[in-house]
């Protein structure tokens, strides 16, 4: 990483959590103190049912095992939702690499429940131009990777009448950069410094950067989707790391008369090694890639998720697993659907009457059938329909 | 299409590309086939058949005393250390359509290696000529490269040459420098899955032929009881309503008739109905969106391109 993070906000060198650096010096995250720090609120469980009960719907896996855990303005977003003011989802990714693992298409498959759930248009900025800068890639790298990227982004299955995919070096100009620059006049150089830790060493580009990521919560940035509908909300679901980003165009908003963005905010997917460890592009063995064949997911789970269980039969039919670091059973909270099973298996399991080859085997499933769905999607996405959901066209039907 | 030695040869006269072709017994290896050309005027090539982890293919063609690191290449692609291996021999008649022992840079003419990288070897430029195996090992032609150049420049591939031997360092501030060279529709070619995704290049007609079978009640496959055979199917057949709905039926009727064998029916009895009828709505929805949300963007995606090129009304 290129930028060179100081403290910043993060005055208590214990943790460090930025859209650059996710560290924490007691090997796992914090999240309670995180939601202190960041001044977010809990998601919970009233505010769970209310989902349900409003979208008529199961409320997806992740909300119910508090993989989205965090959220800032749900409720008034769900108050006006009663009333039938609707609102259109924001999301994103920094195409820095081709490969894709399942942690980088959690926020796509939340985001797509949310789409089907609620009924409303959606808008993907993948930031090239960030990765450009960041990870020192060619513009014409940066922004292959972003086409590349958009394909495993629409195999999660979004609506092509009600989404909108968009790449910086493609999109800015217009009124998304008229956003920008207002934006940009009410942030200070201190400030910008102060909430992502630049260093007089840091080239203008990063600095400049963040109004870029601030602007598509803004409807007026999307004149040809939202024409006329300025008081449109935004609801933004992203990994907690991103909330710098937000908390600067949230105190902004007011500012230039336009409405916050609320935010619904996730936890870090482990790496198969475990919490300790970090998932990088370039150990093929730290995650599952959509890429990977049914046997390629069996290997990598028997030889490298990280296990709870004992070090002998013996000793685990005595103790038990130890759920809190077992990666296989983390693993299933994520992406087992039926939560009696999960029950099932967590009791069973951490009283040690189940095995550990028994959890990685039902692990196996569950993920191989997951990127072969993943991966029949994407072989019917064609460059034609990249061109299509990143073409500057009207929705006519977003809200139905 | 060309397919065989035959046909390469004939289309090189036709590009008229001067090249000398010689006949010899069938040779595995660049010491064999040494004993029969290494005398004459021509420099000896290596050809290597590796796959990356994410079963992408590349094929290096260098002279036979350049040294190869596929630990550096690797790096110098981005795949990391040792994400380049050799492939296995069935890719080498899968993909590239020839013997073991017939890697050549030649091969890339065919449909089922569209997606194979071709690396060259910038040494090779030096030779007055070099020799390569013509889609089969009982023959070495030689050439110079600018005649190869010009038969990939006529089959619409772009000569890449490289440095093999440098070894720049990458880093978080050195991107890979050959990572353009990795392919990037990943063609998908799994032995064991059998996933065959498609390009949209809709010019070429001469695709494999459009397999149709609609998938196959649940049955363990040869090699592993996961992976089911999955078609190969065309782009255009996503926004097929005959198609879809043929897959649809496919899938609830597979399911109907796994669950009402005889013990379930004894178990269930009068229940049987509304047992299966939950089951299939319980393991086929997930499925079943997906399969709708493809056959939506695709057809909205075909409307898109009609309107993009659509001419205005003569007034």
């Known amino acids: ?242 909330d710098p980003y937000f908390r600067m165009t949230r105190d902004v908003a007011p500012r230039l008369g336009y409405q916050k963005p609320a935010l619904i905010e996730s936890t870090f997917f482990p790496a198969l090694q475990g919490e300790t460890g970090k998932m990088s592009a370039s150990d093929p063995n730290s995650a599952i890639y959509v890429t990977d064949s049914g046997k390629d997911i069996k290997n990598k789970i028997n030889k490298y998720a990280f296990s709870g269980g004992q070090d002998s039969i013996e000793n685990h039919r005595k103790y038990g697993a130890n759920l809190e670091v077992d990666i296989p059973v983390k693993y299933l909270g994520f992406f087992l659907d039926d939560d009696a099973e999960l029950e099932h298996i967590r009791t069973e399991y951490g009283a040690g009457r189940m095995l550990t080859g028994e959890v990685k085997k039902r692990l196996t499933e569950v993920l191989t059938d997951i990127v072969e769905r993943h991966r029949r999607a994407r072989a019917a996405v064609t460059d034609e329909m990249v061109d299509a959901f990143m073409a500057v066209r009207p929705l006519p039907n977003m809200f139905s | 299409m060309l397919s065989s030695k035959e046909q390469l040869l004939a289309r090189l006269k036709e590009l008229q590309i001067d090249f000398s072709q010689y006949d010899h017994p069938v040779v595995l290896t660049v010491e064999a086939q040494a004993k029969y050309v290494g005398h004459l005027k021509g420099a000896l090539s290596k050809n290597l058949f590796l796959k990356d982890k994410k079963h992408r293919y590349y094929i290096v063609s260098a002279l036979s005393d350049t040294k190869v690191d596929l630990k550096v290449l690797s790096q110098r692609l981005g795949l990391g250390k040792g994400g380049l291996r050799m492939a296995p021999e069935e890719a080498l008649g899968e993909i590239l359509k020839v013997p073991v022992g017939c890697v050549t840079p030649f091969a890339v003419v065919h449909e089922s290696a569209r997606c194979v990288s071709l690396l060259l070897d910038q040494r090779l430029k030096s030779q007055e000529c070099c020799f390569f195996h013509p889609l089969s090992n009982d023959m070495s032609i030689s050439l110079n490269v600018s005649g190869l150049d010009k038969f990939l420049e006529s089959i619409g591939r772009d000569p890449a040459y490289v440095d093999l031997e440098a070894n720049p360092p990458v880093g978080k501030d050195q991107p890979p420098d050959l990572a353009a060279l990795v392919p990037s529709d990943a063609l998908l070619q799994d032995f064991e899955a059998k996933v065959v995704a498609d390009k949209s290049d809709v010019a070429v007609n001469n695709k494999p032929t459009v397999v149709t079978e609609a998938a196959k009640p649940v049955k363990p496959s040869k090699l592993s009881v996961k992976e089911k055979p999955v078609n190969a199917v065309n782009f255009l057949s996503f926004a097929d309503p005959e198609k879809f709905v043929n897959e649809i039926l496919e899938k609830a009727s597979a399911l109907i008739i796994s669950e009402t064998k005889d013990e379930k029916i004894k178990q269930h009895g009068e229940q049987i109905g509304t047992v299966v009828s939950n089951s299939m709505k319980h393991h086929l929805r997930l499925e079943l969106q997906s399969l709708a949300t493809t056959f939506k963007n695709s057809a909205y995606t075909d409307g898109f391109v009609a309107g993009k090129n659509y001419q205005p009304k003569r007034l």
């Open chain 1, 1 to 242: 990483m290129a930028a060179t993070v100081k403290e910043g906000d993060n005055t208590e060198a214990e943790q460090i959590v930025n859209p650059w650096e996710v560290a924490s010096s007691r090997g796992k995250i914090d999240y309670d103190k995180l939601i202190d720090k960041f001044g977010c609120q809990r998601l919970d469980k009233s505010l769970i049912d209310r989902v349900e009960r409003l979208t008529g719907r199961p409320p997806h896996v992740f909300l119910r095992r508090s993989v989205f855990f965090a959220h800032r303005d749900l409720n008034d977003i769900l108050d006006a939702y009663e009333k039938g003011d609707k609102f259109y989802l924001y999301t994103g990714r920094g195409p820095s690499s081709e490969a894709l693992h399942l942690g980088h298409l959690i926020p796509f498959m939340f985001t797509k429940y949310l789409q089907d759930a609620f009924k409303v248009p959606l808008v993907i900025q993948l930031t090239d131009d960030e990765k450009c800068m960041w990870k020192n890639l060619t513009v014409e790298e940066s922004q292959r990777l972003a086409r590349e990227n958009a394909k495993d982004i629409i195999a999660c299955g979004f609506d092509i009448s009600k989404t909108f995919i968009f790449s910086d070096f493609d999109y800015v100009g217009g009124a998304f950069y008229k956003n920008m620059v207002k934006v940009s006049k009410c942030v200070t150089y201190n400030k910008v410094v102060g909430i992502f830790g630049f260093t007089g060493e840091d080239h203008i580009g990063k600095i400049s950067f963040p109004p870029v990521q601030a602007v598509p919560s803004f409807p007026s940035s999307f004149p040809h989707l939202f024409p006329g509908k300025d008081s449109l909300r935004c609801l933004i679901p992203c990994a907690i790391d991103q």
